[in-house]
Structures are given as C-alpha cells and as structure tokens.
T-cell receptor
Framework: DAGITQSPRHKVTETGTPVTLRCHQTENHRYMYWYRQDPGHGLRLIHYSYGVKDTDKGEVSDGYSVSRSKTEDFLLTLESATSSQTSVYFC???????????????FGPGTRLTVL | GIQVEQSPPDLILQEGANSTLRCNFSDSVNNLQWFHQNPWGQLINLFYIPSGTKQNGRLSATTVATERYSLLYISSSQTTDSGVYFCAVERYSNSGYALNFGKGTSLLVTP
C-alpha cells in the first residue's frame, strides 16, 4: 500500500473558523492532490501540486488554499469554513513520467470534516 | 471537462453471481483507473488500464479507448465485494493530471 496518511481523520468545527488538513506521504511522489467527495458528485479536484512550492487550482478551488513546503507534505486550508465545505476530503499522490513509469494515483484514508 | 457515466448506478447480487460494470467517457483520455470504495470509505486501486485487458484474481477489466468505454467484470462475487466502484479518467489539461470520476456503481452482495 502507498504510504499516505491524513490528519486529522475526523473534525467538527464551526462556521467561520480556519481549518487545516494535512497529507503526508512516504513515497517521494512528485504530484499530490486534494479531492472532496460529496453525495451525487463523486470526487472532485480542489487543488494539486506538481512539486515543492508548485501548486495550481482544480475544479472546485474557491474557499480553499494549499501549501507544499516539503515533498512529503501537502496542506489544505479552509480560511473561513462554511457549511458547504462539509465533506470527506481525500489526498492522492502520483509520480508521472519522466520520473515515474505512469500516472497511477493512490489515495489516502480520507478526512471527514463537518462544519456546523 | 470530460463526462464519465457509470452503469448501473445500483446493483444487488447473490454471493457467487457474476456482474459487469460499465464506464463510458466523452473524450479521449490518457489514463483510466477503477477503484473500489469499501464500506469504511477507503479507496482501493483495482486497475490502471488506459487500454487493453487486465486480470487480477476474480476481477478483470477491459478498456476500448477508441470507443470510449471500459468494463469491470466481477466473477463469483463475495460479500466483501460490496461497496462502491468508481471509474476515473485522466486527460492532461489546465488541471494537470486530475482524475475525473464517475458517480459510481453501488454494489451489494448478499449471502
């Protein structure tokens, strides 16, 4: 199994508070991703990173920011949480060519976030 | 973005039965993956299959990229096969290598 951990695994917070979710990998993969999973929508990309300090937006990036100061860590921040951000958040990693053989993505265990 | 449609949306099987899940996608893709999300929410990689056929035990998958579909076969189903099966496709774009997921097929295998 790919070495991906997420913390916390569960969090309940109140509207308007800042929240940071952490993804940590031990695979030295270049790419890291944050997705959210909501009923009826499958998984949707929030942000991704293609290297240290290199990040870009995904399909549903509004209200989220990310940072990657080390290869192994990718942080997702909700600056001021809203009830619409209640979701399950998944981190993923991949290592596409040229450094890897192909771009298979592997997912962490997920973080269940509830914003009251 | 690329549209990914999975069918059927729900499926109930008796243990030992076989099934075929289908994934249609709207444009050419670089990559296609099948995942199983177990009842605990974990996403488990089943196949990385942009084209061709692969087999892993009781599961096999076929992707016909030119006709924009993929099939996942489950043979001799077991109760542990229950969960949601997702197809996800990747096409390099402004969102990098993001996967576009279908809405999944929810499978329940009964004893």
């Amino acid at each position: 199994d790919a070495g991906i951990t997420q913390s916390p695994r569960h969090k309940v917070t109140e509207t308007g508070t800042p929240v940071t979710l952490r993804c940590h990998q031990t695979e030295n993969h270049r790419y890291m991703y944050w997705y959210r999973q909501d009923p009826g929508h499958g998984l949707r990309l929030i942000h991704y990173s293609y290297g240290v300090k290199d990040t870009d937006k995904g399909e549903v990036s509004d209200g989220y920011s990310v940072s990657r100061s080390k290869t192994e860590d990718f942080l997702l921040t909700l600056e001021s949480a809203t009830s619409s951000q209640t979701s399950v958040y998944f981190c993923a990693i991949s290592d596409p060519p040229p450094s890897g053989d192909y771009n298979e993505q592997f997912f962490g265990p997920g973080t269940r976030l509830t914003v009251l | 973005g690329i549209q990914v449609e999975q069918s059927p949306p729900d499926l109930i099987l008796q243990e030992g039965a076989n099934s075929t899940l289908r994934c249609n996608f709207s444009d050419s893709v670089n990559n296609l993956q099948w995942f199983h999300q177990n009842p605990w929410g974990q996403l488990i990689n089943l196949f990385y299959i942009p084209s061709g056929t692969k087999q892993n035990g009781r599961l096999s998958a076929t992707t016909v990229a030119t006709e924009r579909y993929s099939l996942l076969y489950i043979s001799s189903s077991q109760t542990t096969d229950s969960g949601v099966y997702f197809c996800a496709v990747e096409r390099y774009s402004n969102s990098g290598y993001a996967l576009n997921f279908g809405k999944g097929t929810s499978l329940l295998v009964t004893p």
